[in-house]
T-cell receptor
Framework: DGGITQSPKYLFRKEGQNVTLSCEQN?????MYWYRQDPGQGLRLIYY???????QKGDIAEGYSVSREKKESFPLTVTSAQKNPTAFYLC????????????FGPGTRLTVT | QKEVEQNSGPLSVPEGAIASLNCTYS??????FFWYRQYSGKSPELIMS????GDKEDGRFTAQLNKASQYVSLLIRDSQPSDSATYLC????????????FGQGTTLQVKP
């Protein structure tokens, strides 16, 4: 079964702790993306990567970090510097080329108290 | 700031009616457009993509694109209660970054 997996589905952390969200895909897609969604709002791009060992900041990268050491994996770390980390985090992937359809994983709901 | 605008709704239609969802975009260089359906608490699911002017039909869904007016729409025929969800419009920006610009979504309610 091809797809995108994110783990865990729900995550609870205390303020001041770093936390890493997992995203894995077996679609052989080159590009991967991380978005954040807050209640009643659209998707905001955090980071994206078009190729292994390379990534770019999106619109709201402050307080987040990523790595892309393998084509299949694009983990996101939410650091203690992120002021409002509680949100729904969505990972997506896309084949490169003119058709840039993005396919989403099931998401991780992070709650920081 | 490149933007995609949608009416947040809710748009309420009776079961069996046609639901019409609209979206405008600001980047004239955008070439690809997508509609995603998002059920409450779930992740977005791609339901339609459109790249050229005109209509594209897939089952009960029709996407319409008018690049001159910078306007994209999604028609859902014979609306069902299971179509009740938030519909996100997205545009691929000009350039080769692969980035999509998302609208805030329109909530559709189909009443039995």
């Amino acid at each position: 079964d091809g797809g995108i997996t994110q783990s865990p589905k729900y995550l609870f952390r205390k303020e001041g702790q770093n936390v890493t969200l997992s995203c894995e895909q077996n679609l052989n897609h080159d590009a991967m993306y991380w978005y954040r969604q807050d209640p009643g709002q659209g998707l905001r791009l955090i980071y994206y990567s078009q190729i292994v060992n390379d990534f770019q900041k999106g619109d709201i990268a402050e307080g987040y970090s990523v790595s892309r050491e393998k084509k299949e994996s694009f983990p996101l770390t939410v650091t203690s510097a992120q002021k409002n980390p509680t949100a729904f985090y969505l990972c997506a992937s896309s084949p490169r080329g003119l058709v840039n359809e993005q396919y989403f994983g099931p998401g991780t709901r992070l709650t920081v108290t | 700031q490149k933007e995609v605008e949608q009416n947040s709704g809710p748009l309420s239609v009776p079961e069996g009616a046609i639901a019409s969802l609209n979206c405008t975009y600001s980047d004239r260089g955008s070439q690809s457009f997508f509609w995603y359906r998002q059920y409450s608490g779930k992740s977005p699911e791609l339901i339609m993509s459109i790249y050229s002017n005109g209509d594209k039909e897939d089952g009960r869904f029709t996407a319409q694109l008018n690049k001159a007016s910078q306007y994209v729409s999604l028609l859902i025929r014979d609306s069902q209660p299971s179509d009740s969800a938030t519909y996100l419009c997205a545009a691929h920006g000009s350039g080769n970054t692969g980035k999509l610009i998302f609208g805030q979504g329109t909530t559709l309610q189909v009443k039995p």
